[in-house]
């Protein structure tokens, strides 16, 4: 278990950083590239551990995947180019590879059974799996399917119209996944829009998707070919810094080439509703996906309520939203977020319980949490609980911190954000 030091009373943050690759947008590359015909190149792909467990898995069914400095190379050779691995297929921490997957292989005539860590094994399945078999695939698992260890055997599947009752990019996606092998059309209604990089990407390798409001859908027997996909730089990443460039004294940090699709740009609208400074400039369109460089300066801030249709929009960002809160004036209500709690941790439980030891105020509530600010942050021993989320957020706490810091289980970090420490540390001025 790794523990590390952090930084802590830093006066000013200055300077630019290039964000690593987003991490929905590198899954998809892989998995789209390997059930293509043809050669896929992705560049500035995120060599983050969530996405070499995709490349992995991937291999292990008889995909040609090769890594080179900044970009991945893939030799698919359509879904009947994938073959049954003999080994267990290891998802390690990643939601969104064991997610999507089961929609590719539900439409694959063999046998693969997935784990992944403890973790996972508390994720709900349920919600992909039990879909999944309504369209034909067999799966079976712990609790009848609804948590790792999962097998499952694929084959001919029918259609389906899904109502599901969240709003999950990695349910819509794994359903229409499947719905490329399904006869008909399949489609998938949400209660909130979610994140649509798969609707975009399929898009790219050629496939013809239909978008209406809540409603994607996808007619089955389509295949895809190869494409060069660039992934544009996380803003789940950035907002760490979006957030210490607010909140840390004689700041102003520069973010090139973020991601800045509207299905993700929560972040920026609670910045900018709270007060903060944020501009947004170059932006252009790569792939489908809006792109941009996003320049933050310290700010003055103010407690806000966020809840609805922005809650998928900055799903992975209320962790750090939640110590913005804490630097604001007044109070900040979080709320119609329980989906936090079947993240890598229970985020509304770790965000308050880490957050508190560093003398916080939060209240935590079924749905989400209460924050008053604005509050002095003091030094303490603080735990990432294994999830990277909670990890970076503590990081850029410790930078306000008025006394050392010290982060328990540092290393689940590099789950998304592999080069974070580097990047924090080239800002230090
Ligand atoms: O589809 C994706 O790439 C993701 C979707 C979100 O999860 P849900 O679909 O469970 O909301 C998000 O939290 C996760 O980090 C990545
Ligand atoms: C929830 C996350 O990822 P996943 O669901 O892929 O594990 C995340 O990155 O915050």
Redesign the pocket.
């Given at each position: 278990m790794s523990q590390k030091e952090l930084y802590t009373r830093i006066s000013s943050l200055n300077g630019e950083v290039c964000v690593p690759g987003d991490?929905?947008i590198s899954?998809?590359a892989v998995m789209f590239g390997s059930i293509a015909q043809g050669k896929t190149k992705v560049h500035h792909f995120l060599p983050g551990e969530d996405c070499l467990s995709t490349i992995s898995c991937f291999k292990q069914m008889g995909v040609s995947i090769k890594r080179q400095d900044d970009y991945v190379e893939i030799e698919g050779n359509g879904f009947s180019g994938l073959i049954e691995p003999t080994e267990v297929l290891d998802v390690g921490n990643s939601?969104?590879t064991t997610?999507?997957m089961l929609g590719i292989l539900a439409g694959v005539p063999f046998h693969t059974s997935l784990i992944g860590d403890e973790s996972i094994a508390k994720r709900p399945m349920g919600r992909v799996t039990v879909p999944l078999q309504s369209m034909g695939a067999k799966i079976d698992g712990r609790e009848s399917g609804q948590f790792t260890p999962l097998s499952i055997r694929g084959g001919a599947l029918r259609s389906i119209r899904y109502e599901s009752p969240?709003?999950?990019?990695?349910?819509?996606?794994s359903i229409l996944l499947a719905g490329l092998n399904a006869e008909g059309t399949t489609s998938v209604t949400e209660p909130h829009k979610?994140?649509d990089?798969?609707e975009r990407m399929l898009g790219a390798f050629g496939v013809q998707v239909h978008v209406e409001d809540k409603t994607v859908s996808i007619a089955g027997g389509q295949s895809l070919k190869g494409t060069e996909i660039y992934v544009p730089g996380d803003i789940?990443s950035a907002a760490f810094f979006l957030v210490a460039g607010a909140i840390v004294p004689d700041s102003c940090i520069t973010l090139r080439n973020v991601g800045l699709n509207p299905t993700r740009t929560g972040i920026i609208d609670v910045l900018r509703q709270m007060n903060a400074t944020v501009e947004i400039k170059n932006e252009r369109v790569v792939n489908g996906e809006p792109v941009g460089d996003l320049i933050v300066q310290t700010s003055d801030l103010k407690g806000i309520e966020i809840g609805g249709d922005l809650i998928?929009r900055l799903?992975?960002e209320i962790p750090i939203i939640a110590l913005l809160a804490t630097q604001a004036n007044g109070k900040t209500v979080i709320k119609d977020a329980e989906?936090l709690k079947?993240?890598e941790t229970n985020r509304i439980d770790t965000v308050a319980s880490e957050l508190k030891k560093l003398g916080a105020n939060i209240i935590t509530t079924d749905d989400g949490m209460i924050i008053e600010g604005k509050v002095t942050l003091t030094g303490a021993t603080v735990d990432s609980h294994g999830d990277h989320r909670i990890g970076m957020m503590l990081a850029i706490a410790a930078c306000i911190a008025t006394s050392r810091t010290l982060l328990e289980r540092a290393d689940a970090i590099n789950v998304s954000y592999p080069t974070f420490f580097t990047d924090l540390e080239s800002l230090l001025n």
């Open positions: 991490k929905s899954h998809r939601g969104t997610r999507l969240v709003a999950s990019a990695q349910v819509k996606s979610s994140r990089h798969t789940s998928p799903i992975d989906e079947v993240k």
